[in-house]
C-alpha cells in the first residue's frame, strides 16, 4: 500500500536520475494489478518520451508491457503489432533477445545472447553465418572469440576471421596482430606470411621452422628470401641481409645488401666467415668506390652553396651601414604608398 502510495514519487525518481533509469521504474509496474499499472504508465508517460519508454520495455524483454506503452503512442498499430508480433514468433528466448538487443544497438548483449542461441539451437550452419555477419557489421571480433572460446572449431574460425580484419588494414600493428590472431587460429602459413609482411623476420623463420607448419626446406629457403625483401624495401639492409645469410646460400644478394646499407665491416666479416672472400673485390670495394664518389658529390654540392652564401655575406658587408638603412627606408615607403 505504502509503494503504491508514494509510486509516483518513485517513478518521478527515477526519470530524474543523471541519466534516466526508465527501465527500473518500469519494472516496479509489474507486481501491480491492472489498474494500478495502467495509472502508473500513464504518469511515466507524462515525465518521459513515449518512444524512449517504448525501447526501455522493448529492452526488459517483456512484449506485453512494450505493447501497453506502444498502445499509448502515436505508432501506426500496424507497424508495432507486425513487429511485436514477429518477435513474439520466435521460437528460441535467446534468439529473440539476440533480436530485440541489436534493434536497440545494444550489440555486446546482442552478440552474447547469439552465441547462446547457436548453441541451443543445435550449432547449425545457418546460425553459425549469422553470427559471422553480425560479427563483420559490427566488427566485434574480441568479443566474439571470447564467446566462443569453449568451441574449438568455431573458435580458430574467428581468429582466422579476425586475422583476415586486421590484415586489411596493411600496417605494421595490422599485419603483427593478424599474425597472432593467424597463429591461435591454426594457420600457420597466414600466420608467417603477416609475420612477414610486419617485418617480424624472426618470428617468421620460427614459425617457419616449427613442425607444426610442416614447411619443407625449400618452402622455408623462399619465406627467407620473401622476408628479405620486404625488410630490404624499408631499407631494413642488416635484417634483410641477416635472415638471407641464415637461411640461404645467398651469399652474393646478402652482402650487397650490406653494402646498400653501408655497413662495410659486416659486409667483410660476413664475406670472409663464408669463405667468399671473391666478393671483397667484386661487391664490396665497387660499392665503397660508389659510396665515396656519392659522398665527394654532396661535399661539393655544400661547397658550391657554402661559397655562393659566403660571396653573398661579404657583398652585404662592404655596403655602408647608411646605404642598408636607406634602402630598407625605401622600400617601407613603397609598401606605405
Not at 261 to 281: F, K, P
Request: a negative charge; aromatic letters at 8%.
Amino acid at each position: 500500500a505504502d509503494d503504491q502510495r508514494f509510486m509516483q514519487t518513485i517513478l518521478t525518481t527515477f526519470v530524474c536520475q543523471t541519466p534516466p533509469d526508465i527501465a527500473a521504474a518500469l519494472q516496479l509496474l509489474a507486481p501491480l494489478s491492472a489498474e494500478e499499472r495502467d495509472s502508473a504508465l500513464t504518469y511515466l508517460l507524462f515525465l518521459s518520451d513515449v518512444n524512449t519508454v517504448y525501447d526501455s520495455a522493448l529492452g526488459l524483454y517483456d512484449l506485453t508491457l512494450a505493447l501497453l506503452v506502444a498502445q499509448r503512442s502515436q505508432r501506426d498499430p500496424r507497424e508495432y503489432l507486425a513487429a511485436l508480433g514477429a518477435l513474439n514468433a520466435l521460437p528460441n528466448e535467446e534468439y529473440r533477445r539476440f533480436k530485440i538487443d541489436s534493434q536497440l544497438g545494444r550489440i555486446e548483449k546482442a552478440l552474447a545472447h547469439l552465441c547462446i542461441a547457436y548453441e541451443q539451437l543445435g550449432s547449425t550452419d545457418d546460425m553459425w553465418h549469422e553470427i559471422v555477419a553480425y560479427v563483420k557489421e559490427t566488427v566485434q571480433y574480441q568479443l566474439a572469440i571470447r564467446l566462443l572460446v569453449k568451441d574449438q572449431r568455431r573458435f580458430c574460425e574467428m581468429c582466422e576471421l579476425y586475422g583476415d580484419y586486421q590484415a586489411e588494414a596493411n600496417t605494421g600493428s595490422g599485419w603483427s596482430q593478424a599474425a597472432a590472431s593467424y597463429t591461435l587460429a591454426g594457420s600457420y602459413s597466414k600466420a608467417i606470411s603477416a609475420h612477414v609482411q610486419a617485418k617480424e623476420w624472426r618470428s617468421a623463420m620460427s614459425a617457419a621452422c616449427s613442425p607444426e607448419s610442416g614447411y619443407t626446406q625449400q618452402m622455408i629457403h623462399d619465406t627467407a628470401t620473401r622476408a628479405s625483401a620486404v625488410l630490404a624495401d624499408h631499407h631494413m639492409f642488416m635484417d634483410a641481409a641477416t635472415v638471407l645469410l641464415e637461411y640461404t646460400e645467398e651469399d652474393e644478394d646478402a652482402v650487397a645488401l650490406l653494402v646498400r646499407g653501408s655497413h662495410w665491416t659486416e659486409a667483410i666479416r660476413s664475406s670472409l666467415l663464408r669463405q667468399r672472400t671473391d666478393l671483397i673485390e667484386t661487391t664490396i670495394q665497387p660499392g665503397i668506390m660508389r659510396a665515396y664518389e656519392s659522398l665527394n658529390e654532396d661535399i661539393e654540392e655544400i661547397r658550391d652553396t657554402l661559397t655562393s652564401k659566403c660571396n653573398r655575406l661579404r657583398e652585404v658587408r662592404s655596403k655602408p651601414l647608411e646605404m642598408i638603412i636607406e634602402h630598407h627606408a625605401a622600400l617601407a615607403s613603397g609598401l606605405g604608398e
